[in-house]
């Protein structure tokens, strides 16, 4: 109905009026200029201002990044929740920012570099550094530009960088604090080592890649007194080189006289015990014995900490085989697995091979398969900053949607391993310690000393390696707000209200982020962390350039032909079968849906979803109901004439359409407003659309043609003045959601002031700065109006239903007879006539003996019969005989089915014992309802034969 109404308009004012239809192109990039060059997302620095704050820092993309799904949906949900506080008269700050993503940056320089025949080698450290600067500056903003796109209210004025001054010296002031308390330290550990990149990777930059198409390989170790081998199964042949011991279950009778014996290398000079390990060994794997290589293996590291085992790293840094590898040095690591095992072929020791599926542990950035490597790193001593931790959330001080991930969230913190900051790389945050060449002392400092703390010497050099990036991202809420310094905003801002994130980095760095809140600052960093799910394609796999299913958010927003998409693929490395699937399921492309359309779309599926399972047909949807809302209102303003919008709906209206939409209305805003307090943005946005869909639009714009066509005055006035309201209402509610075409429409709303709420009602320029609609000020619960006027639809519905399977012309006009056994059933029908009739194109003709109607075969010659709200109808001289026989066969024949399987339930003697005593009576309810629809199909049916 929606899409006609301007067709059914009057003429209005022409500085009121929209265009024909809605371009989202023309409209989205004037109203974000415009409201940022306005300052509409500053948030207030006065001292002045009294206002609740609200904060939520975004959580910062990486420079190297430009827009994708995830950011897109990441930044719907934050910006929902800013605007959303904004109406409500917060003092509302979203910190912008951008993480300077060491490792990725670097391979993206380094990258640039390959192409020129060059390696940061060449360029030394201080002269790589500044062409990353240089990229940076002008690449490195683009993601931000991009989110712009997106409609997101970010205060651009606090932007920050993860590697700008004032966060360098909050990075080193942490570092230095926490190494003063003895929380910072440097140790030996088995780390995760990128051969490629040549330095450290945290667990979050391994990639695990699954069912590996592998070897398990078997050798023997002689036993050095003679009296038999031991024979191990190993993925890995070439670290043997490495092996320290030979363990085997302790409960294991195979080997128990091995016990305490030694078993010789056939390498290298050395003699390995065996020991029995009850951790480390499964009896039924392989052949029950393991190799233990402490240097290169977590598992066996654990094991050489146990037993006081060797570490023997037999690797360089770019994964070459070191001098510890005796006649295999500077071998490859992957060749010298080749040459191992020919060598213990040559030496009689190897026995056999078998497939085995495996996993394989593969850097984020280079591809690299990881190299666990013995290294001494800077490490964080993590237990103590873990426990406060812990206890702010089970205090309740912070919580965790959805409440699922909390378990997740204790159990890694209640295991934590110290955590590794330091990384090879040139590109980041430098360590603030110093090396002291005359003694060796290590200097940390926030500024640089000029002498060693030890012993005085000028001989110092600064620490290489740089700090890993969730250390500076761990400081982010507060960091930003400027700490160390005691500033305005950190007094007024911190602590903040929400994290929105993805549940993949919940320990990485939201737990980190509480970590070190807690410990800064004595408050925890935000109230509630909102984890939401990964975007996925339509068929729930993850989105990769490979498979061609990778869907850019800018060609959602302004369109894309399959021909660019296509060419776009191809050149980020889709795969053939990529190709094929893109052409397939986007064969037209993308039209411009616009940044309002994707962004209901992504509202719509629960944020605390795993998978997001995005498709371009919902995308569609949300495009049409765009479409849906700018008919409507320009039906509104066409109608509108002289009326101006009140601060208040009619305080009393009196014709039953304005009465039940502002009921309705106020219970939609009202579950708005608890789907975004609660985090349950698609409840919101659901409540929005089927209000605006399906009753707006579907009911009362149509109920509104005869009350605006009046010729009673004040039924016209209390009808625009219904409308425009509650049009205002919509689009204020929905502001939140969709800011484009909502700002589009209300700034044609003619007003005299805004309506009132706790902002200065004197700024009328943008609707950003309207309240936020509440049931109570905006709706007028009636349950009175509701129920009349779910009368008078079911009726309507019913009188169109009958209408549409009998093919009767719009233009015939129909008599329906009608009888209600309930009174207010009967008064909604009598008092509201005039306006069934205009909806049903007919006359309704009241019967005051209610058997014509329930034998209205008798009574009127090929009626047509309904059941609707209490009120039995009949519409006659509209049946065609043979095609109602087929219609009410097929009740009758659905009747039969759902009464066979209520009178089965019924027979069940487990159910009447079991069942709660209300389900059964409800049960055997169903049961005569059915009953008595069965016999007034047959006979009906009876009556047509």
Same mark, same amino acid.
């Given at each position: 109905? &929606?899409?006609? +109404?301007?067709?059914? $308009? *009057?003429?209005?004012?022409? =500085?009121?009026? #929209?265009? %024909?239809?809605?371009?989202? @192109?023309?409209?989205?990039?004037?109203?974000?200029?415009?409201?940022?060059?306005?300052?509409?997302?500053?948030?207030?620095?006065?001292?002045?201002?009294?206002?609740?704050?609200?904060?939520?820092?975004?959580?910062?993309?990486?420079?190297?990044?430009?827009?994708?799904?995830?950011?897109?949906?990441?930044?719907?949900?934050?910006?929902?929740?800013?605007?959303?506080?904004?109406?409500?008269?917060?003092?509302?700050?979203?910190?912008? &920012?951008?993480? +300077?993503?060491?490792? $990725? *940056?670097?391979?993206?320089? =380094?990258?640039? #570099?390959? %192409?020129?025949?060059?390696? @940061?080698?060449?360029?030394?450290?201080?002269?790589?550094?500044?062409?990353?600067?240089?990229?940076?500056?002008?690449?490195?903003?683009?993601?931000?530009?991009?989110?712009?796109?997106?409609?997101?209210?970010?205060?651009?004025?606090?932007?920050?960088?993860?590697?700008?001054?004032?966060?360098?010296?909050?990075?080193?002031?942490?570092?230095?604090?926490?190494?003063?308390?003895?929380?910072?330290?440097?140790?030996?550990?088995?780390?995760?080592?990128?051969?490629?990149?040549?330095?450290?990777?945290?667990?979050? =930059?391994?990639?695990?890649?699954?069912?590996?198409?592998?070897?398990?390989?078997?050798?023997?170790?002689?036993?050095?007194?003679?009296?038999?081998?031991?024979?191990?199964?190993?993925?890995?042949?070439?670290?043997?080189?490495?092996?320290?011991?030979?363990?085997?279950?302790?409960?294991?009778?195979?080997?128990?006289?091995?016990?305490?014996?030694?078993?010789?290398?056939?390498?290298?000079?050395?003699?390995?015990?065996?020991?029995?390990?009850?951790?480390?060994?499964?009896?039924?794997?392989?052949?029950?014995?393991?190799?233990?290589?402490?240097?290169?293996?977590?598992?066996?590291?654990?094991?050489?900490?146990?037993?006081?085992?060797?570490?023997?790293?037999?690797?360089?840094?770019?994964?070459?085989?070191?001098?510890?590898?005796?006649?295999?040095?500077?071998?490859?690591?992957?060749?010298?697995?080749?040459?191992?095992?020919?060598?213990?072929?040559?030496?009689?020791?190897?026995?056999?091979?078998?497939?085995?599926?495996?996993?394989?542990?593969?850097?984020?950035?280079?591809?690299?398969?990881?190299?666990?490597?013995?290294?001494?790193?800077?490490?964080?001593?993590?237990?103590?900053?873990?426990?406060?931790?812990?206890?702010?959330?089970?205090?309740?001080?912070?919580?965790?949607?959805?409440?699922?991930?909390?378990?997740?969230?204790?159990?890694?913190?209640?295991?934590?391993?110290?955590?590794?900051?330091?990384?090879?790389?040139?590109?980041?945050?430098?360590?603030?310690?110093?090396?002291?060449?005359?003694?060796?002392?290590?200097?940390?400092?926030?500024?640089?000393?000029?002498?060693?703390?030890?012993?005085?010497?000028?001989?110092?050099?600064?620490?290489?390696?740089?700090?890993?990036?969730?250390?500076?991202?761990?400081?982010?809420?507060?960091?930003?707000?400027?700490?160390?310094?005691?500033?305005?905003?950190?007094?007024?801002?911190?602590?903040?209200?929400?994290?929105?994130?993805?549940?993949?980095?919940?320990?990485?760095?939201?737990?980190?982020?509480?970590?070190?809140?807690?410990?800064?600052?004595?408050?925890?960093?935000?109230?509630?962390?909102?984890?939401?799910?990964?975007?996925?394609?339509?068929?729930?796999?993850?989105?990769?350039?490979?498979?061609?299913?990778?869907?850019?958010?800018?060609?959602?927003?302004?369109?894309?032909?399959?021909?660019?998409?296509?060419?776009?693929?191809?050149?980020?490395?889709?795969?053939?079968?990529?190709?094929?699937?893109?052409?397939?399921?986007?064969?037209?492309?993308?039209?411009?849906?616009?940044?309002?359309?994707?962004?209901?779309?992504?509202?719509?599926?629960?944020?605390?979803?795993?998978?997001?399972?995005?498709?371009?047909?919902?995308?569609?949807?949300?495009?049409?109901?765009?479409?849906?809302?700018?008919?409507?209102?320009?039906?509104?303003?066409?109608?509108?004439?002289?009326?101006?919008?009140?601060?208040?709906?009619?305080?009393?209206?009196?014709?039953?359409?304005?009465?039940?939409?502002?009921?309705?209305?106020?219970?939609?805003?009202?579950?708005?407003?608890?789907?975004?307090?609660?985090?349950?943005?698609?409840?919101?946005?659901?409540?929005?659309?089927?209000?605006?869909?399906?009753?707006?639009?579907?009911?009362?714009?149509?109920?509104?043609?005869?009350?605006?066509?009046?010729?009673?005055?004040?039924?016209?006035?209390?009808?625009?003045?219904?409308?425009?309201?509650?049009?205002?209402?919509?689009?204020?509610?929905?502001?939140?959601?969709?800011?484009?075409?909502?700002?589009?429409?209300?700034?044609?709303?003619?007003?005299?002031?805004?309506?009132?709420?706790?902002?200065?009602?004197?700024?009328?320029?943008?609707?950003?700065?309207?309240?936020?609609?509440?049931?109570?000020?905006?709706?007028?619960?009636?349950?009175?109006?509701?129920?009349?006027?779910?009368?008078?639809?079911?009726?309507?519905?019913?009188?169109?239903?009958?209408?549409?399977?009998?093919?009767?012309?719009?233009?015939?006009?129909?008599?329906?007879?009608?009888?209600?056994?309930?009174?207010?059933?009967?008064?909604?029908?009598?008092?509201?006539?005039?306006?069934?009739?205009?909806?049903?194109?007919?006359?309704?003709?009241?019967?005051?003996?209610?058997?014509?109607?329930?034998?209205?075969?008798?009574?009127?010659?090929?009626?047509?019969?309904?059941?609707?709200?209490?009120?039995?109808?009949?519409?006659?001289?509209?049946?065609?005989?043979?095609?109602?026989?087929?219609?009410?066969?097929?009740?009758?024949?659905?009747?039969?089915?759902?009464?066979?399987?209520?009178?089965?339930?019924?027979?069940?003697?487990?159910?009447?014992?079991?069942?709660?005593?209300?389900?059964?009576?409800?049960?055997?309810?169903?049961?005569?309802?059915?009953?008595?629809?069965?016999?007034?199909?047959?006979?009906?049916?009876?009556?047509?034969?």
């Amino acid at each position: 109905m &929606g899409d006609e +109404h301007q067709t059914q $308009a *009057t003429s209005g004012s022409s =500085e009121s009026a #929209l265009a %024909k239809t809605y371009d989202p @192109r023309q409209s989205e990039s004037r109203w974000y200029a415009f409201w940022e060059s306005e300052g509409f997302f500053k948030a207030s620095s006065e001292a002045s201002d009294t206002r609740e704050t609200y904060t939520l820092a975004i959580p910062p993309p990486n420079i190297t990044g430009s827009l994708h799904m995830g950011h897109a949906c990441r930044t719907t949900f934050e910006d929902v929740l800013t605007r959303y506080q904004r109406m409500n008269d917060k003092n509302a700050l979203w910190i912008p &920012g951008t993480d +300077h993503a060491g490792i $990725a *940056t670097q391979v993206v320089v =380094e990258r640039q #570099l390959k %192409k020129e025949n060059l390696t @940061r080698h060449d360029l030394g450290r201080e002269a790589f550094v500044k062409r990353v600067w240089a990229w940076r500056e002008e690449s490195g903003g683009r993601i931000l530009q991009q989110l712009r796109k997106m409609g997101a209210s970010c205060d651009w004025s606090r932007e920050r960088f993860t590697l700008e001054p004032a966060l360098c010296r909050a990075v080193n002031e942490a570092f230095v604090r926490l190494h003063r308390e003895g929380l910072i330290y440097r140790g030996t550990r088995l780390v995760n080592w990128d051969v490629s990149s040549q330095t450290v990777l945290s667990d979050l =930059e391994v990639e695990t890649e699954e069912n590996v198409q592998g070897e398990l390989f078997d050798f023997a170790y002689p036993v050095t007194d003679g009296s038999g081998e031991v024979v191990v199964s190993t993925t890995r042949p070439e670290t043997m080189l490495g092996d320290t011991a030979v363990a085997v279950h302790p409960d294991d009778e195979r080997y128990q006289h091995l016990h305490g014996k030694t078993v010789s290398h056939p390498f290298v000079e050395r003699t390995i015990p065996v020991i029995a390990d009850a951790e480390l060994v499964d009896p039924e794997f392989g052949t029950g014995v393991v190799k233990v290589t402490p240097a290169h293996d977590p598992n066996d590291f654990a094991t050489g900490k146990r037993h006081n085992l060797e570490e023997i790293s037999i690797f360089n840094l770019n994964g070459t085989v070191n001098e510890q590898g005796g006649t295999f040095a500077g071998l490859d690591r992957f060749e010298a697995r080749k040459r191992v095992k020919e060598a213990l072929e040559e030496r009689g020791l190897a026995r056999g091979s078998k497939k085995h599926t495996m996993t394989l542990p593969r850097s984020q950035r280079s591809g690299t398969i990881v190299e666990p490597m013995i290294s001494t790193q800077w490490f964080v001593k993590m237990e103590p900053l873990a426990k406060p931790a812990i206890a702010a959330v089970e205090e309740g001080r912070i919580q965790i949607l959805p409440e699922d991930w909390t378990k997740t969230y204790f159990h890694w913190l209640r295991n934590i391993q110290d955590w590794c900051i330091s990384r090879q790389l040139w590109w980041g945050h430098s360590i603030p310690a110093w090396h002291c060449g005359a003694c060796a002392h290590i200097t940390v400092s926030i500024e640089e000393p000029s002498v060693c703390a030890s012993c005085q010497s000028t001989d110092l050099r600064q620490d290489e390696d740089v700090l890993d990036t969730w250390f500076s991202s761990a400081l982010w809420p507060f960091s930003t707000l400027g700490w160390p310094d005691d500033t305005p905003d950190l007094k007024r801002f911190y602590p903040t209200q929400d994290m929105e994130t993805g549940y993949d980095i919940l320990f990485f760095w939201v737990a980190r982020m509480i970590m070190m809140g807690l410990h800064f600052m004595g408050e925890v960093p935000f109230s509630r962390v909102l984890l939401a799910g990964l975007v996925t394609d339509e068929r729930g796999e993850k989105m990769s350039k490979v498979k061609g299913n990778v869907i850019d958010p800018l060609d959602v927003i302004g369109g894309a032909s399959l021909e660019s998409l296509v060419q776009k693929a191809e050149r980020a490395g889709a795969k053939p079968g990529g190709i094929k699937y893109l052409k397939k399921t986007y064969p037209d492309g993308f039209l411009p849906y616009g940044a309002d359309a994707l962004r209901m779309t992504l509202l719509s599926y629960s944020p605390q979803a795993r998978r997001i399972a995005l498709s371009i047909k919902r995308i569609e949807g949300y495009r049409n109901f765009a479409n849906k809302l700018w008919n409507a209102s320009r039906y509104a303003l066409m109608n509108l004439h002289d009326t101006q919008l009140n601060a208040r709906p009619p305080s009393a209206p009196k014709q039953l359409p304005n009465r039940w939409v502002l009921s309705r209305l106020g219970a939609a805003v009202d579950a708005a407003r608890s789907g975004i307090d609660g985090y349950r943005l698609d409840d919101a946005s659901s409540a929005l659309y089927h209000f605006v869909w399906d009753e707006f639009c579907d009911w009362y714009l149509e109920l509104s043609k005869p009350l605006l066509a009046s010729d009673r005055p004040d039924v016209v006035e209390e009808t625009r003045q219904t409308l425009v309201h509650t049009l205002d209402a919509i689009l204020r509610a929905l502001h939140p959601m969709m800011p484009f075409i909502t700002e589009e429409i209300w700034q044609r709303i003619p007003r005299g002031r805004i309506p009132q709420g706790p902002q200065d009602a004197t700024d009328k320029r943008t609707i950003m700065l309207a309240p936020y609609p509440t049931g109570d000020a905006d709706g007028r619960t009636d349950p009175e109006a509701e129920q009349s006027l779910h009368t008078l639809r079911d009726v309507v519905v019913a009188v169109r239903t009958i209408r549409a399977e009998h093919d009767i012309p719009r233009a015939k006009s129909l008599q329906v007879h009608w009888h209600a056994d309930n009174p207010a059933a009967s008064q909604t029908l009598g008092e509201e006539r005039s306006l069934v009739e205009s909806l049903i194109g007919g006359t309704l003709i009241a019967e005051d003996a209610p058997e014509k109607l329930r034998d209205a075969a008798e009574h009127f010659t090929n009626a047509a019969v309904f059941f609707a709200a209490g009120i039995r109808g009949a519409v006659p001289d509209v049946i065609d005989p043979d095609k109602e026989r087929d219609r009410l066969e097929r009740e009758l024949k659905k009747s039969v089915k759902e009464l066979t399987a209520i009178e089965k339930k019924l027979a069940n003697a487990n159910f009447l014992e079991r069942a709660p005593a209300e389900v059964v009576e409800q049960t055997r309810q169903n049961q005569a309802r059915l009953q008595s629809t069965k016999d007034q199909l047959e006979r009906a049916l009876k009556r047509l034969s």
